[in-house]
């Protein structure tokens, strides 16, 4: 009961806003309500492409680079330019983050740097080249590479902060 | 109210091309993906799985969050999102573009449609780049896990230096855009 919460938490609470907040927008207004499917199925052709390609890709990306060999790649690198490797690694990947904090503390645990987790984690969840076509798509070119080429070297820098710190 | 504003027509059209187009580009790529699983069956089997876990994830969350986009561009004025988002919105607008991030609500794909929704209803950029970094990488539930294995000191640690740059991240990529924008124009009026 307890892991099913864990894993369904986000789902549970996404459908129950939605559900809340569709039940409350009919009773007040049954026209926008109306406009307001047209643009949820409208949105939904639009994004279902470029998702459904995403998780083809990921599906490869993990099916033929699991998590052991990945914590291989990670625990061996040392120094700066490890840490570059790693943040490398974390932006090209997808793993949820259910995975990948397990991940993290084994790779900890078998005696990879805290720079090195802490670039791998960071770049993992901010920069996403899997994630990218459907960000361009979104939100066009320039913020997604402006975001995406900060958010690795701050990843970088953050993690240089905390080997510091830590 | 409508979603699409300006030039509607051609623009129409023009968006029933691309659409027309990502969907044969999806097509191409199941096939090319059955093929590659085809030459390599040993791995096909962990691809499928993990694929068919994205699928099924996908499937409980995505139909919810597109409803939640068009009840949005329905009943949330544009003066709100302006007011707590907008341009003279400032610290406090940071504030609420990270804890509207924080919010548990799936994956980092499903927020670029939401933050469309926002930019759209007069959200700054930077507000709109912290919002995302915050929702990709400062997820409720998702921290609670981070504790029980990475340890109070080092997650909090990583949130604390996450926001403060994300916050920094925002505002350069803001200024570097209004920038360049601003030289586009310059260049267009000159011609």
């Given at each position: 009961m307890n892991s099913f919460l864990k894993n369904y938490l986000t789902v549970i609470i996404i459908n129950l806003i939605a559900f809340i907040w569709f039940i409350f927008s009919l009773i007040k207004d049954k026209n926008k309500t109306k406009e307001s499917l047209k643009i949820a199925l409208k949105t939904l052709f639009r994004t279902i492409p470029v998702i459904i390609i995403i998780i083809i890709f990921i599906g490869f990306l993990l099916g033929f680079l699991p998590p052991d060999i990945i914590s291989r790649i990670v625990g061996e690198q040392a120094g700066f330019l490890g840490i570059l490797v790693t943040a490398v690694l974390g932006s090209v990947l997808f793993i949820p983050a259910l995975i990948s904090f397990p991940l993290a503390a084994s790779l900890l645990n078998g005696g990879a740097s805290i720079m090195s987790v802490a670039a791998f984690i960071t770049t993992l969840t901010m920069v996403g080249i899997v994630t990218l076509p459907l960000e361009i798509k979104e939100m066009g070119k320039k913020i997604t590479i402006l975001r995406n080429v900060f958010s690795f070297i701050f990843a970088v820098i953050i993690a240089l902060i905390m080997g510091v710190i830590m | 109210m409508n979603s699409i504003g300006l030039n509607k027509s051609s623009g129409k059209i023009k968006q029933k091309k691309s659409l027309i187009r990502d969907y044969i580009i999806m097509g191409i790529i199941i096939v090319a993906a059955l093929v590659t699983l085809f030459i390599f069956p040993d791995k096909s089997g962990p691809v499928l799985n993990i694929s068919k876990n994205y699928f099924l994830e996908l499937v409980m969350v995505l139909p919810a969050v597109m409803i939640i986009i068009g009840l949005f561009s329905v009943w949330i004025p544009k003066e709100t999102v302006v007011k707590y988002m907008?341009?003279?919105?400032g610290i406090k607008g940071i504030f609420i573009s990270i804890i509207l991030g924080m919010?548990?609500?799936?994956?980092?794909?499903?927020a670029f449609p939401m933050a469309v929704a926002l930019l759209k209803k007069g959200a700054k950029i930077s507000n709109i780049i912290i919002f995302i970094s915050a929702w990709a990488c400062i997820k409720l539930p998702q921290e609670l896990i981070e504790i029980q294995f990475l340890g109070i000191e080092f997650t909090l640690l990583r949130l604390t230096l996450t926001i403060i740059f994300v916050a920094i991240m925002g505002i350069i990529i803001e200024k570097i855009i209004e920038f360049t924008d601003r030289k586009k124009i310059k260049v267009e009026e000159r011609v």
């Open positions: - | 907008g341009k003279t919105s919010l548990p609500t799936g994956p980092l794909y499903i």
